[in-house]
T-cell receptor, first 111, second 113 residues
Framework: DSGVTQTPKHLITATGQRVTLRCSPR?????VYWYQQSLDQGLQFLIQ???????AKGNILERFSAQQFPDLHSELNLSSLELGDSALYFC??????????FGPGTRLTVL | QKEVEQDPGPLSVPEGAIVSLNCTYS??????FMWYRQYSRKGPELLMY????GNKEDGRFTAQVDKSSKYISLFIRDSQPSDSATYLC?????????????FGRGTSLIVHP
C-alpha cells in the first residue's frame, strides 16, 4: 500500500459526459501528479500540482483540468468525454525527493 | 524517436534466472532515474531510484545507469514467479523549475516455475 488513495475505482459513463476523479496523496506529500495509461500510449504524464499550484503540464487535453485543494487532495475533471478517453487514470504523490508513489488508479470506461 | 525507448517484450525466463531489463533515452537533461513494477491493472510500485551513474543494489534488484551511453538497466537476481509483471523505467528532468517525468512503455516479464 503506497498510502495514495484514489476514488472511484471504476467509472462507467457515456460520451459527452463529465466526470471527476479524486486523489489523496501520502501524508506530508505536497506534490500530486496525474497520469493516463492506455494500452496503446503507455503511461502519459498529464499535470502536476504542488501545494495547491499548478507546477507542470504534460500531454493534457484542453477538455481535462485539475486542481489541488488546501487539504492537498486533488481532483481531475474530464469533460466532453470521448471513447478514446477510456483508460486507467493514476495519481502519484511525492515529497522532498522526486520519487513518485502511485495510487491504485481509476478505470474509466466511456461507452 | 520517443524520448525513452523500452522493449515491450514479453520476456520469458525460468525461475532462478537473472533478468536484465533495459531502457535507452535521448534527452541528456534527464537527471533522475527510476524503475517501477506494475502488476496487471494495479498502480506502479517504485522499486529503485537513482540520480547518478553507476550501480545501486537493493536485495535482489540492481539498477545501473550509464549517462554517457544514455542507457539504464534493472537486474533481477534469482527471479521468482511473483516477479512476473510489467517493469516501467521512468526518468525526470528539470525544466523551468519543474520536474518533468517521462515513462517507458514497459517490459512484460514472465517468470515460469
Amino acid at each position: 500500500d503506497s498510502g495514495v488513495t484514489q476514488t472511484p475505482k471504476h467509472l462507467i459513463t457515456a460520451t459527452g459526459q463529465r466526470v471527476t476523479l479524486r486523489c489523496s496523496p501520502r501524508s506530508g506529500d505536497l506534490s500530486v501528479y496525474w497520469y493516463q495509461q492506455s494500452l496503446d500510449q503507455g503511461l502519459q504524464f498529464l499535470i502536476q500540482y504542488y501545494n495547491g499550484e499548478e507546477r507542470a503540464k504534460g500531454n493534457i487535453l484542453e477538455r481535462f483540468s485539475a486542481q489541488q485543494f488546501p487539504d492537498l487532495h486533488s481532483e481531475l475533471n474530464l469533460s466532453s468525454l470521448e471513447l478514446g478517453d477510456s483508460a486507467l487514470y493514476f495519481c502519484a504523490s511525492s515529497g522532498g525527493r522526486n520519487e513518485q508513489f502511485f495510487g491504485p488508479g481509476t478505470r474509466l470506461t466511456v461507452l | 524517436q520517443k524520448e525513452v525507448e523500452q522493449d515491450p517484450g514479453p520476456l520469458s525466463v525460468p525461475e532462478g534466472a537473472i533478468v536484465s531489463l533495459n531502457c535507452t533515452y535521448s534527452n541528456s537533461a534527464f537527471q533522475y532515474f527510476m524503475w517501477y513494477r506494475q502488476y496487471s491493472r494495479k498502480g506502479p510500485e517504485l522499486l529503485m531510484y537513482t540520480y547518478s551513474s553507476g550501480n545501486k543494489e537493493d536485495g535482489r534488484f540492481t539498477a545501473q545507469v550509464d549517462k554517457s551511453s544514455k542507457y539504464i538497466s534493472l537486474f533481477i537476481r534469482d527471479s521468482q514467479p511473483s516477479d512476473s509483471a510489467t517493469y516501467l523505467c521512468a526518468m525526470i528532468y528539470l525544466s523551468g523549475g519543474s520536474y518533468i517525468p517521462t515513462f517507458g512503455r514497459g517490459t512484460s516479464l514472465i517468470v515460469h516455475p
